[in-house]
């Protein structure tokens, strides 16, 4: 066993290795501009509800609408989150 007989794939994966990363640093996105504090979305006054429907959970509400489990809870604190009645009534504004 020579040298050699190892040294030449382990030079060739070398380079390969370093070629994938120069032109993946090439195409790479330029960095993004610095965040801006976030400022609080005021949403309409109105309060919006949901419908309960057939085989709906607090979670799947939650994913549908985009309003967390937890903020519904705070909305709605008569609210039983493991009995949930179709057509029940859940505010989510």
Do not use: C, E
């Not at 801006?36 to 949403?43: D, I, L």
């Not at 419908?51 to 909305?75: E, I």
Request: aromatic letters at 8%.
């Amino acid at each position: 066993m020579t040298l050699t007989r190892y040294a030449w794939p382990a030079a060739f994966l070398a380079a390969v290795t370093l070629a994938l990363v120069g032109v993946r640093t090439w195409f790479q996105r330029p960095p993004t501009p610095a965040a801006k504090p976030h400022r609080a979305v005021h949403h309409d006054a109105t309060p919006q509800y949901y419908r309960v429907r057939a085989g709906d959970t607090l979670a799947a509400v939650a994913g549908r609408t985009g309003v967390s489990a937890a903020r519904l809870q705070k909305l709605n604190p008569k609210l039983n989150p493991t009995a949930l009645f179709l057509g029940q009534r859940i505010r989510l504004r």
